[in-house]
């Protein structure tokens, strides 16, 4: 059972315009969402969170968007930068859990 | 180190060998998980401590997977008698116990079992 589906595997952009990563979940428990960034041969980094009690939250070239509706958020980065190109995971954490469920992980790729 | 630190980075073994993988978390986390990453797949939870409490060991998925933490700080993960499917890349985090559960991860030891 996946609990968090990031459906597309991949995505290219050209630098400088919008890049939008997507994720789905089904447990209607999730009260929080995390978004890492993972380069090759390294551990994931952490990039943006939203609560639940949220639709919004913006970082710099970083916004998450939360649906709690259709159980759906996202990523959006502007401008798109090729240093961006990255693999980035959703992940969802239930209040009084400790573990986060993550995403297969979508491979993000800014072309110059 | 400022990060989570984890040793070694890489791992060969031979199948039904056994091998201890080591995280050393960020200094003040009293929380530290493990997660593994097999080919093609997301991040999945292993095991988590925090403080002096009982390890929640739900994600372990065989009697052949232990951890331990020791004086609340250091951790091993060991894998008994090795299978080729437990060849993944291991995951060490940590986090501060205090709002909101962000967790910082260490570089990973890619363990081949062959």
């Known amino acids: 059972d996946q609990q968090v589906k990031q459906n597309s595997p991949s995505l290219s952009v050209q630098e400088g315009r919008i890049s939008i990563l997507n994720c789905d979940y089904t447990?209607?428990?999730?009260?929080?969402f995390l978004w890492y960034k993972k380069y090759p041969a390294e551990g994931p980094t952490f990039l943006i969170s939203?609560?639940?009690?949220?639709d919004k939250n913006e970082d710099g070239r970083f916004t998450v968007f939360l649906n709690k509706s259709a159980k759906h958020l996202s990523l959006h980065i502007v401008p798109s930068q090729p240093g961006d190109s990255a693999v980035y995971f959703c992940?969802?954490?239930?209040?009084?859990?400790?573990?986060?469920?993550f995403g297969k992980g979508m491979k993000l790729t800014v072309n110059p | 180190g400022a990060g989570v630190s984890q040793s070694p980075s890489n791992k060969v073994t031979e199948k039904g060998k056994d091998v201890e993988l080591r995280c050393d978390p960020i200094?003040?986390?009293?929380?530290l998980y493990w997660y593994r990453q097999s080919l093609g797949q997301g991040l999945e939870f292993l095991i988590y401590?925090?403080?002096?409490?009982?390890?929640?060991k739900s994600g372990l998925p065989s009697d052949r997977f232990s951890a331990e933490r020791t004086g609340g700080s250091v951790s091993t993960l060991t894998i008994q008698r090795t299978q080729q499917e437990d060849s993944a890349v291991y995951l060490c985090?940590?986090?501060?116990?205090?709002?909101?559960?962000?967790?910082?991860f260490g570089a990973g030891t890619r363990l081949s079992v062959l």
């Open positions: 985090a940590s986090s501060v116990r205090v709002g909101k559960n962000i967790q910082y």
């Open positions: 447990n209607s428990m999730f009260d929080y």
């Open positions: 939203i609560s639940s009690i949220k």
């Open positions: 992940a969802g954490n239930r209040g009084g859990s400790e573990k986060l469920v």
């Open positions: 200094s003040g986390h009293t929380a």
């Open positions: 401590f925090q403080g002096n409490s009982a390890p929640d």
